[in-house]
C-alpha cells in the first residue's frame, strides 16, 4: 500500500514511518546502519541514562545469564535480588525500604494501585478503591496506569475501555488550568491545586479514596513542568488526613535524572509507595518496580498474612537485575547525580542564549538533566496549529542534522502545544551539549523556514 513501509515483518509504531536501522552505540551515540551518527538527546525515552555500549553492564547481564537465567520470585530469590533491592532502600527517602520489581514502569504503577487497594481492603476500609489521578500526566499504557493518568490522546481511543479513576489538574504555574496567579497563590496557605484534591476527595467520600497518583515533574505530557515548592509538602497533609496513600511515579524521574537521586527529594515530601523504571537499568534490560514504606509493610504483616496478591513471571528477572546493579554501581561511582546538576546548568544557560535567537522557543524549564523546550508560534505562546505535528517535526529534522529529542504534543490542553523534552545521558560532557545544540539550532530554523518561509540569519546556522 502506498505510503506505508511494509517490505518487512516489523509491526512497526508506525506503518506510515521508515526507521533507521540501529547498528550499534557508544557513549552519547547511537550508529545507523549507513553509519550515519546520532546524539541521543533524550536517552532514548529518558532511559538510557548512561549512555551506550557500556561492557561493564553487558558483562554483568553476561554473567547473571550464564549462572542462572531465570528463577521464579514465588519459589526462588537470587544474590543479586537482594543486592540491587539494598542498594535502592539505601538511597530511597527515609522509611522506604522494601522493593519490588517488575519488568516496565506501567507495571509499576499497576503494583502500586493494587497494593494500596489490598492493603486498606485487608486494615478493614473495604470501601477504599478509588484511585485519583491528574489530568496531562502519564503512568503507562496498560489500562490501569492509562486510567490513572490524564494524557487525553493517549486515552481517546480507548475511552469505553477504561476504569473510573478520577482526576484533578496538575500544577502548571505557566498556564494554571485553575486561572489563578503566582501572586494570588503565594498568598494561599492551600493553592487551588492544592484544594482540588482536597475537594475531589471530600465529594468522593474519603471512605472511598485509596491513593493519590503523580509525577514529581511531569514528563512526556508537559515536558518537564516543576510543580509550586511547597505542592507535595501540602498534598502530603491531605493524603494522611484522609488516609489516602501518595504513589509518586519516578519511571522518568527517578536514579539521578533531575540531579538527585528521586525527584521527591527536592520537594520535601516522603511518599508511601515511589514507582519507578528506565534509569534504574538505563535501558540495559526491561526493568522497573516500586519502593514500599515500611509502615505498608507492616500493615501487609499484620493484616494480610505478608502476602501481596499479585505478582508477573518477570518480577526481579536475574538478568534484569543484574543489569541495575551495575548501573547503580557505576551512578555512584561516578557521582553521576551531581554531575546531572552541572551539566543540566550548563544545557540551561545554552538554551536560554538558543531562545534569545530562535523566536519559536515560548519556555525552557525541568531540573538537572531532565528539561523541556516549549514551542510556539510567537512570544505570547500561541501554538502551532496541530496539524503542523510542530515537535515531531522539529525532532525528524534534527535527527536529519544528527540528534535526537522526545517530542511531546498537547503541552497546553491536551490536544494544543508542542514541547521537546532534551534529556540526554547523565554523562554527556559540554563539548557534547553543544553539539546538542547546534543541532536543535538547525532544526529550529529548518522548521521555520518551513513554517514560515522565513530564513533567520544564515550565517548563525
Ligand atoms: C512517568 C511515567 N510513568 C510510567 C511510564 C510507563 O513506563 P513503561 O513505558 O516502562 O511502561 C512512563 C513512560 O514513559 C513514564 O514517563
Not at 485509596?210 to 509538602?233: D, H, K, M, N, T
Not at 519511571?251 to 527536592?266: E, K
Not at 518480577?315 to 551495575?326: E, I, K, N, Y
Not at 547525580?337 to 534569545?356: F, P
Amino acid at each position: 500500500m502506498e505510503g506505508f513501509v511494509m517490505e518487512d515483518y516489523v509491526f512497526h509504531r508506525d506503518f506510515s514511518k521508515s526507521y533507521p536501522i540501529i547498528t550499534h552505540g557508544s557513549g552519547v551515540y547511537l550508529y545507523d546502519k549507513d553509519g550515519k551518527r546520532y546524539l541521543d538527546g533524550c536517552s532514548g525515552a529518558v532511559a538510557a541514562n548512561l549512555g551506550h555500549g557500556i561492557e561493564e553492564i553487558a558483562d554483568a547481564m553476561a554473567g547473571q545469564a550464564k549462572k542462572s537465567a531465570f528463577v521464579h520470585t514465588l519459589r526462588f530469590e537470587t544474590e543479586v535480588l537482594h543486592s540491587l533491592s539494598k542498594k535502592i532502600a539505601s538511597i530511597a527517602p527515609e522509611g522506604l525500604d522494601r522493593v519490588y520489581f517488575t519488568s516496565g514502569g506501567s507495571e509499576a504503577n499497576e503494583s502500586a494501585i493494587k497494593l494500596a487497594r489490598q492493603i486498606h481492603r485487608d486494615r478493614g476500609k473495604a470501601e477504599k478503591h478509588i484511585v485519583i489521578g491528574r489530568w496531562q500526566s502519564y503512568h503507562g499504557n496498560t489500562f490501569g496506569s492509562l486510567s490513572a493518568g490524564g494524557d487525553i490522546k493517549r486515552r481517546h481511543v480507548y475511552t469505553p475501555n477504561l476504569l473510573d479513576f478520577e482526576h484533578i489538574y496538575s500544577p502548571n504555574c505557566l498556564r494554571c488550568p485553575y486561572q489563578r496567579s503566582l501572586d494570588e497563590c503565594s498568598r494561599n496557605q492551600n493553592p487551588s491545586c492544592v484544594q482540588s484534591l482536597e475537594r475531589l476527595i471530600l465529594e468522593l467520600g474519603p471512605e472511598n479514596v485509596s491513593a493519590f497518583i503523580a509525577e514529581p515533574i511531569v514528563g512526556s505530557q508537559l515536558g518537564a513542568v516543576l510543580p509550586p515548592e511547597e505542592y507535595f509538602q501540602r498534598v502530603r497533609v491531605i493524603c494522611d488526613r484522609y488516609d489516602v496513600l501518595l504513589i509518586i511515579d519516578e519511571v522518568m524521574t527517578g536514579f539521578g535524572r533531575t540531579g538527585s537521586h528521586f525527584a521527591i527529594d527536592h520537594y520535601g515530601a516522603i511518599p508511601d509507595i515511589i514507582t519507578f523504571g528506565k534509569g534504574v537499568a538505563a535501558g540495559y534490560a526491561p526493568l522497573a518496580g516500586m519502593i514500599v514504606h515500611e509502615d505498608i509493610v507492616e500493615g501487609l504483616l499484620k493484616h494480610s498474612k505478608g502476602k501481596f496478591m499479585h505478582g508477573y513471571t518477570y518480577s526481579g528477572h536475574p538478568v534484569s537485575v543484574a543489569a541495575g546493579l551495575a548501573v547503580l554501581q557505576i551512578y555512584e561511582r561516578e557521582n553521576l547525580c551531581e554531575k546531572a546538576r552541572m551539566a543540566g546548568s550548563y544545557l540551561y544557560e545554552k538554551l536560554k542564549e538558543l531562545q534569545g535567537e530562535v523566536p519559536i522557543i515560548y519556555d525552557i524549564r525541568g531540573k538537572g538533566l531532565l528539561l523541556g523546550v516549549e514551542i510556539a508560534a510567537d512570544a505570547a505562546g500561541t501554538p502551532f496549529p496541530p496539524e503542523a505535528a510542530a515537535s515531531e517535526r522539529i525532532n525528524e529534522l534534527a535527527m536529519e542534522h544528527g540528534a535526537v529529542f522526545y517530542p511531546g504534543s498537547g503541552t497546553i490542553d491536551g490536544m494544543r502545544g508542542d514541547h521537546l523534552i532534551i534529556s540526554p545521558p547523565l554523562t554527556i560532557n559540554q563539548e557534547e551539549i553543544d553539539e546538542l545544540i547546534h543541532s536543535l539550532r538547525r532544526a529550529l530554523h529548518d522548521f521555520i523556514t518551513e513554517m514560515m518561509g522565513v530564513v533567520l540569519n544564515e550565517a548563525s546556522k
